[in-house]
């Protein structure tokens, strides 16, 4: 037998040889592929029933309080990182109210412990109270550990589930390997939270009273952030966790409802530290006064959220459809993700139009091209084009409006308590933290003391406030308005689609507050619900300045200019570019003037000269294309008392050399980086956001990013060219609240925070 005919001879068994070998090896890279595990907790119910503790006994020794945000978080975190960051529906553990008891919570983590292998990555989210517990043989000052607190810790004997309990785990999934990302929206203490103010009840926190019994842990575990995990949290250990509702009245975690937005802004390639400056920013624009933190090292904190490399998962937001209804199609996404009536989504050729939006995590959708009986639950549709929200950019709590003689009667206590009773009686409230605050709110009068809490008064009268002033050096009052100033400002407000009274100041962000000078006078102003003394990392004013309401006409008239700005602000700082794969890839970046270092840092001190540069970005991997088009950039700053000023280009040049990017004759890019400004950093203290907005449609009216803004939207200029919708985003003010804009992805906008001390 030949060698020719040996080889034909044994040619069919040599390819199903090959075949085999391929695919087991093809087998084997399926299974090397590392999968994403998550383990998601939200609780909101801990109260027990009468029954329950009469049954099971209960730890009365702790005031069990429920909350309202946990659940919503937990179901928009899963839905997040399914939707938007390709983890497995069926490799994901949710735990919520009853079901995260401290025995389960402690299973499921111990079944990642078993299940992840090396390079797998592991997600760990918990959304409800935490404590403290008494620890004799802890080595730490204060002699207690940290606690997540589980679903039954209400019944006696159930312990809370300690941070040293939960670090065991954390190093034993990175003794495995694993690449491990947790985030804790839960209180980390019970001191005070720094300088808080609040005018009137405080918002829910996430902390319930330390447990009564002594841990006695000598153990001192690893950190498990020094050994490779990336670990968020909602608060520093001296602050409490607040909750929040949302533009659309959502109940959330700040913290979370702040991440979420965060990774609307953001790519799926921006750095944990990215998301972190955003989230804490977007927090203090929530009117918060706690900072989140972050533990990592330093490849994680450059790394992405879940360590993944860039460029591995495609920059597109996709929803899961849940079910089919009659009129439609239920999507698994709601306001969580920033969704709103009129977004479209497509999958190859079925596209859907979202016509209801069901609440945090649901919306509904009809279809607008394809068959409905043909699309099946589970299937995934990416967002297509963007509609922008309905929800006002601004909340403004005003108190219930009395007659003009109560009122009367109510300054004539104040001064007369005020001459008698020498203590220091604030004015502004911005600029101190007394140890009273007096409100008006619900038709009645309140005194929220610094130690003892919030209680109802009897009577605003002279001899009530000198019952409610023992032992205080300091106080506050705020007036309520007059019936006329009440009226005269509701009918301003009424003007402006992104601006809404609120009937309770949990709600707000800022409040009408009513003040008596230094001359007597009467005069009214915004002020932050939540306000901080001295916040330097501050991204909005804590107060307007302050009119006289001798006439009423001008100061509503005045009152409702603030307002205008500030939402105007607000619409700049939580504005999202569209979505989809049309990215704009450049961003600004900054270095010393005089030195010509670049800038790493987020953090300038007053004084400093800083150049800013336009560059291209490639930290989403593939950077500028030849086949994207040019646009027309805008950059322009927002600082922390309210000043908006455009930094390129000049007013007086308009659109001219500010379309980008500078290319050769073959498209290639002619510049690594363009100079566009120089700026020097001056008072205050707090966040500058510098901004950098794309359009391949020019802006007309550049006095859009100017300090006041306008108050009425202007005409489109002759010659100008094809309508553009972002307009109607920078013109915000004069439009009805039932309009939704349909934003085509055209352009982009990125964001940058610079902290100056």
């Known amino acids: 037998m030949t060698?020719?005919?040996?080889?034909?001879?044994?040619?069919?068994?040599?390819?199903?040889?090959?075949?085999?070998?391929?695919?087991?090896?093809?087998?084997?890279?399926?299974?090397?592929q590392p999968k994403q595990w998550a383990l998601i907790i939200g609780i909101n119910e801990y109260k027990p029933s009468i029954n329950d503790m009469v049954s099971a006994g209960s730890d009365s020794r702790r005031t069990w309080t429920n909350?309202?945000?946990?659940?919503?978080?937990?179901?928009?975190m899963k839905d997040l990182v399914v939707s938007k960051y390709s983890f497995h529906p069926q490799n994901i553990q949710t735990l919520l109210n009853a079901e995260a008891s401290r025995a389960r919570i402690l299973a499921e983590l111990q079944k990642l412990v078993d299940n992840a292998k090396k390079g797998d990555i592991v997600f760990i989210f918990y959304a409800g109270h935490g404590s403290q517990v008494k620890n004799s043989l802890s080595l730490e000052a204060d002699k207690k550990d940290e606690t997540i607190v589980p679903a039954d810790a209400w019944k006696k004997g159930v312990e809370d589930i300690r941070d040293k309990e939960l670090a065991k785990y954390f190093n034993l999934l990175l003794d495995k390997g694993v690449l491990l990302t947790v985030i804790m929206d839960s209180c980390h203490s019970g001191s005070g939270s720094r300088g808080d103010n609040f005018l009137y009840e405080p918002p829910k926190s996430r902390y319930i009273e330390e447990a009564n019994y002594d841990a006695k842990d000598a153990t001192i575990p690893e950190r498990p952030e020094e050994r490779g995990a990336l670990i968020f949290a909602a608060a520093q250990d001296f602050e409490f966790a607040k909750e929040h509702r949302d533009e659309n009245n959502q109940p959330?975690?700040?913290?979370?409802?702040?991440?979420l937005k965060s990774t609307q802004q953001l790519s799926v390639d921006a750095s944990a530290n990215d998301l972190y400056v955003s989230l804490a920013a977007i927090m203090k624009y929530y009117g918060k006064t706690q900072e989140p933190s972050i533990a990592g090292n330093t490849d994680r904190r450059n790394g992405t959220l879940f360590a993944l490399p860039k460029g591995a998962l495609k920059n597109k937001f996709t929803v899961p459809v849940s079910r089919l209804e009659a009129r439609g199609v239920e999507l698994m996404g709601g306001f969580a993700f920033g969704l709103n009536q009129g977004v479209r989504l497509a999958n190859g050729t079925d596209t859907l139009e979202i016509i209801e939006m069901i609440g945090a995590n649901k919306s509904l959708a009809k279809v607008v091209t394809g068959v409905k009986q043909k699309?099946?639950?589970?299937?995934?549709?990416?967002?297509?084009?963007?509609?922008?929200?309905?929800?006002?950019?601004?909340?403004?709590?005003?108190?219930?409006?009395?007659?003009?003689?109560?009122?009367?009667?109510?300054?004539?206590?104040?001064?007369?308590?005020?001459?008698?009773?020498?203590?220091?009686?604030?004015?502004?409230?911005?600029?101190?933290?007394?140890?009273?605050?007096?409100?008006?709110?619900?038709?009645?009068?309140f005194v929220?003391?610094?130690?003892?809490?919030?209680?109802?008064?009897?009577?605003?009268?002279?001899?009530?406030?000198?019952?409610?002033?023992?032992g205080a050096g300091s106080a506050f009052v705020t007036m309520p308005p007059a019936n006329d100033l009440y009226n005269a400002i509701s009918k301003q407000f009424t003007g402006y689609n992104n601006i809404v009274i609120v009937n309770t100041p949990n709600e707000s962000q800022y409040s009408l507050i009513g003040s008596i000078n230094s001359n007597n006078e009467l005069e009214y102003g915004l002020v932050k619900?939540?306000?901080?003394?001295?916040?330097?990392?501050?991204?909005?004013?804590?107060?307007?300045?302050?009119?006289?309401?001798?006439n009423v006409q001008e100061a509503a008239t005045q009152i409702s200019e603030y307002a205008f700005r500030i939402a105007k602000i607000r619409d700049w700082l939580m504005l999202e570019g569209p979505k989809g794969t049309n990215k704009f890839p450049f961003k600004l970046s900054f270095q010393g003037y005089t030195s010509g270092a670049i800038i790493n840092s987020d953090v300038v001190k007053v004084g400093d000269t800083l150049s800013i540069f336009f560059e291209e970005d490639k930290t989403g991997g593939a950077g500028w294309k030849t086949n994207y088009a040019k646009r027309y950039i805008y950059v322009f700053s927002i600082d922390s008392k309210g000043n908006t000023?455009?930094?390129?280009?000049?007013?007086?040049?308009?659109?001219?050399?500010?379309?980008?990017?500078?290319?050769?004759?073959?498209?290639?890019?002619?510049?690594?980086?363009?100079?566009?400004?120089?700026?020097?950093?001056?008072?205050?203290?707090?966040?500058?956001?510098?901004?950098?907005?794309?359009?391949?449609?020019?802006?007309?009216?550049?006095?859009?990013?100017?300090?006041?803004?306008?108050?009425t939207r202007s005409a489109v200029?002759?010659?100008?060219?094809?309508?553009?919708?972002?307009?109607?985003?920078?013109?915000?003010?004069?439009?009805?609240?039932?309009?939704?804009?349909?934003?085509?992805?055209?352009?982009?906008?990125?964001?940058?925070?610079?902290?100056?001390?």
């Open 375 to 445: 699309i099946k639950p589970g299937t995934m549709f990416e967002v297509v084009n963007w509609a922008s929200s309905k929800a006002p950019a601004l909340k403004v709590f005003i108190p219930q409006a009395v007659s003009a003689k109560d009122l009367e009667s109510f300054v004539a206590a104040y001064k007369s308590t005020r001459d008698t009773k020498k203590i220091n009686w604030v004015t502004d409230i911005s600029k101190a933290n007394p140890d009273k605050i007096f409100s008006y709110v619900e038709g009645g009068w």
């Open 252 to 259: 959330h975690g700040a913290f979370t409802s702040a991440l």
């Open 3 to 32: 060698n020719n005919t040996l080889s034909k001879a044994y040619l069919p068994g040599f390819k199903k040889f090959q075949l085999l070998f391929l695919f087991c090896f093809m087998h084997c890279i399926t299974v090397a």
């Open 529 to 550: 619900t939540q306000v901080t003394v001295q916040d330097t990392t501050e991204s909005l004013p804590a107060t307007t300045d302050f009119v006289n309401a001798s």
């Open 717 to 757: 200029e002759k010659g100008r060219g094809e309508y553009n919708p972002l307009e109607d985003l920078l013109f915000t003010g004069t439009k009805t609240r039932n309009n939704t804009l349909i934003t085509p992805v055209t352009w982009g906008i990125t964001k940058s925070i610079l902290r100056t001390r």
């Open 448 to 470: 929220n003391d610094k130690k003892a809490g919030r209680k109802k008064m009897d009577a605003f009268t002279a001899a009530g406030l000198q019952n409610n002033l023992t």
């Open 645 to 711: 000023n455009l930094l390129f280009p000049s007013i007086e040049s308009g659109n001219v050399e500010n379309r980008f990017p500078v290319t050769n004759s073959d498209n290639t890019l002619a510049e690594a980086r363009t100079h566009l400004a120089d700026i020097v950093v001056v008072p205050p203290m707090g966040a500058d956001n510098y901004f950098i907005l794309s359009t391949e449609q020019a802006i007309g009216n550049l006095s859009v990013f100017q300090q006041e803004g306008v108050l």
């Open 67 to 76: 909350l309202d945000g946990c659940v919503n978080d937990a179901t928009a």
